[in-house]
DNA sequence: CCGATAAGTATGAAAATTCATATAATTTCG
DNA sequence: CGAAATTATATGAATTTTCATACTTATCGG
């Protein structure tokens, strides 16, 4: 029945449309689709998507401070003080003033944090592994190092 | 001054660290740096990022039903509806019930919604562009396949 | 050293998004 | 056929997120 009423069609017959095949649309939908299972395994472990990444941060470095942990897990700056809040009332880190520099509030995972924090990265491996298997053969070798590529050239701060 | 106080490293020396080079962070990285500047351009033209990603479809193909139009622009159904009946108070889009079947909305851009959508893609194409310039050589040429081809694997139905 | 500017974080109101569910129409199939 | 299940959209309350800005501490220029 799909075809029914079959809604009009702007372009010639094998034109594919913009949208399906533009850049920063198969970036987000990519994003969205890998992420999918993932993400859903995070909330049934009780933490929103932002929180993991704050977890897996952290577990990468501990002790970072609020604006740089903002930036680099893509939150931004007031919402991460306010996950950061519920998160350390959850026990999942401790926020610490830095002596060197007294604006800058320090974040560290506690131990259960840091329990929680190397568990979902070992799932996350493993569930990346599984991403990447779809892609053996042709394109998936470079993929990574392509979006690499092109976040250092568009955000050269995020790392460095 | 950003050693002073030398957050713990958890890795060794020439470890990079779980999340910089995760697929999922990645893409979400990526995503988000790439789209950046055009979303700002988005937003200075009076609209949100959602609006401009249903703008964009229905510019490929008018009289998309909510539910699929939801899917495709990676917007939740409840919200999809909200946002156009407020495109549609601003005069962007249309809706209308399908004959065949009355639980369906069709919704159809205006005249002014369609200029309005002719130019942002317009505009999209040039900024994709540039984007795309900055991976010349290399693993540029086959990002937007690898891409595709992750899309399909992982969500056969948003297109098809 | 002082005033001005900048950097880092927090806060609250406003806006948005999500979630569960209501409502309505269609399809399935015994 | 007709009850049950399914599909499509809408709605409202609750939660989340954003935005502007306050507040504190640090840095810079003279």
Redesign the pocket.
Same mark, same amino acid.
């Given at each position: 029945?799909q075809n029914a009423t079959a809604p009009h069609d702007e372009g010639a017959e094998g034109e594919e449309g913009f949208v399906s095949n533009y850049l920063l649309y198969l970036l987000a939908a990519a994003s969205e689709a890998a992420s999918a299972q993932f993400h859903a395994e995070v909330?049934q472990k009780g933490l /929103? =998507?932002?929180e993991w990444r704050v977890l897996a941060w952290l577990h990468d470095r501990d002790g970072e401070?609020?604006?740089?942990?903002?930036r680099i897990s893509l939150?931004?700056?007031?919402?991460?003080?306010?996950?950061?809040?519920q998160m350390e009332e959850r026990g999942l880190v401790t926020?610490q003033g830095?002596a060197?520099?007294?604006? /800058? =509030?320090?974040v560290w995972l506690t131990n259960k944090g840091r329990t929680l924090a190397q568990g979902l990265v070992a799932d996350a491996r493993i569930h990346e592994a599984q991403v990447l298997s779809i892609l053996e053969g042709g394109d998936g070798a470079r993929l990574k190092p392509a979006l690499s590529a092109l976040l250092r050239e568009l955000d050269p701060e995020s790392r460095g």
């Open positions: 029945m909330r /929103r =998507v932002p401070m609020i604006t740089r942990l903002a939150i931004e700056q007031s919402r991460l003080t306010k996950i950061i809040i926020r830095d060197q520099d007294r604006r /800058r =509030v320090r």
